[in-house]
């Protein structure tokens, strides 16, 4: 299916947000593309590297007359903005977010859906740890997944039309409902990041001399750990505060496993411990073969910065 609007409104301009609206300006999926940022520094940007074609403060001015609508806020504030702009859309207009929390942001918006707007939850699952306007790049959905969570209300042809937008930029989709998504979610994503930034946490508490001996000497696991936690910290924030229930479901399998490993390396118990890493292995050998290591999006970060 082949989409193009008269008009795209993306509120929310960050990575993701921009590198949207770098993907619908290359491949000509809208005619005009405006553009919310709150800060007067990202509308500059946006400006500045022609990220979009009008950029504005308020919501309700960038979603005025749009065909579609896409909410790359933090979790925490997409209902908020939903609410705040939805009397200013124009009638069969399409609202569709990008958050990695489902259930939440379903739950407070459909509410506050007019009869005569669609609303379309997704979530395209990439990424980088950087953030802002700057840091976009159109090759960011590319080969990626994009997961959409209607519910019974969810208008089909709204649907397929959200859907063709994200199979654009190159993305594979798959739907699912969200409870499904956002149980997935915190043990791929969300959980990671909380161990990522414990671990920092700790080792920032330690005395000058170690930490100072960790920062320089950082490699391997250390390291990755360091680059996941300097995601943006608003975005983590809510999603933590919004996938709440998944997140500690969770975080007690993994603190009852962590006792399991805690008990075999002082009982060096070595049978128990290969064991453990022999499974644990054979998971990341078959997250390889699924082509879910593919480094494509950073190479292509890095080819873009220089």
């Given at each position: 299916m082949t989409v193009h609007f008269k008009k795209a409104a993306i509120v929310g301009i960050g990575l993701i947000g921009s590198s949207l609206a770098r993907m619908l300006?290359?491949?000509?999926?809208?005619?005009?593309?405006?553009?919310?940022a709150r800060s007067e520094k990202s509308r500059?940007?946006?400006?500045?590297?022609?990220?979009?074609?009008?950029?504005?403060?308020?919501?309700?001015?960038?979603?005025?007359?749009?065909?579609?609508?896409?909410?790359?806020t933090p979790v925490g504030s997409i209902?908020?903005?939903?609410?705040?702009?939805?009397?200013?859309?124009?009638?069969?207009?399409i609202i569709s977010d990008v958050g990695s929390v489902k259930a939440e942001i379903i739950k407070k918006v459909f509410p506050e859906l007019r009869e005569d707007v669609f609303?379309?939850?997704?979530?395209?699952v990439a990424?980088?740890?950087?953030?802002?306007?700057?840091?976009g790049f159109s090759e960011l959905f590319q080969g990626r997944w994009c997961i959409l969570t209607p519910?019974?209300?969810?208008?089909?042809?709204?649907?397929?039309?959200?859907?063709?937008?994200?199979?654009?930029?190159?993305?594979?989709?798959?739907?699912?409902?969200?409870?499904?998504?956002?149980?997935?979610?915190?043990?791929?994503s969300h959980l990671p990041h909380l161990i990522a930034y414990t671990i920092v946490g700790t080792a920032a508490d330690l005395e000058t001399e170690t930490r100072q001996d960790i920062i320089k000497y950082a490699a391997g696991g250390f390291r990755d750990f360091t680059r996941i936690a300097g995601s943006d910290p608003v975005m983590w924030r809510d999603i933590f505060l919004n996938n709440t229930e998944a997140v500690l479901d969770g975080l007690q399998r993994f603190c009852e496993d962590l006792t399991v490993l805690q008990k075999a390396i002082r009982q060096k118990d070595a049978a128990t411990l290969q064991n453990w890493f022999e499974r644990t292995r054979r998971i990341r050998n078959e997250v390889v073969e699924a082509r879910q290591d593919q480094p494509e999006n950073e190479k292509l970060l890095l080819k873009n910065k220089g």
């Amino acid at each position: 299916m082949t989409v193009h609007f008269k008009k795209a409104a993306i509120v929310g301009i960050g990575l993701i947000g921009s590198s949207l609206a770098r993907m619908l300006k290359e491949y000509n999926v809208a005619d005009c593309i405006s553009a919310c940022a709150r800060s007067e520094k990202s509308r500059k940007t946006v400006l500045e590297l022609n990220i979009a074609d009008a950029v504005f403060e308020k919501p309700q001015e960038a979603v005025h007359d749009a065909d579609i609508v896409f909410v790359c806020t933090p979790v925490g504030s997409i209902p908020a903005v939903i609410k705040e702009f939805m009397p200013f859309l124009k009638t069969k207009a399409i609202i569709s977010d990008v958050g990695s929390v489902k259930a939440e942001i379903i739950k407070k918006v459909f509410p506050e859906l007019r009869e005569d707007v669609f609303f379309v939850p997704a979530h395209p699952v990439a990424g980088t740890e950087k953030s802002g306007p700057e840091n976009g790049f159109s090759e960011l959905f590319q080969g990626r997944w994009c997961i959409l969570t209607p519910t019974p209300q969810t208008d089909r042809t709204a649907l397929s039309v959200v859907r063709a937008v994200w199979e654009t930029a190159g993305m594979k989709v798959d739907e699912m409902t969200a409870k499904r998504h956002d149980t997935a979610m915190a043990l791929m994503s969300h959980l990671p990041h909380l161990i990522a930034y414990t671990i920092v946490g700790t080792a920032a508490d330690l005395e000058t001399e170690t930490r100072q001996d960790i920062i320089k000497y950082a490699a391997g696991g250390f390291r990755d750990f360091t680059r996941i936690a300097g995601s943006d910290p608003v975005m983590w924030r809510d999603i933590f505060l919004n996938n709440t229930e998944a997140v500690l479901d969770g975080l007690q399998r993994f603190c009852e496993d962590l006792t399991v490993l805690q008990k075999a390396i002082r009982q060096k118990d070595a049978a128990t411990l290969q064991n453990w890493f022999e499974r644990t292995r054979r998971i990341r050998n078959e997250v390889v073969e699924a082509r879910q290591d593919q480094p494509e999006n950073e190479k292509l970060l890095l080819k873009n910065k220089g």
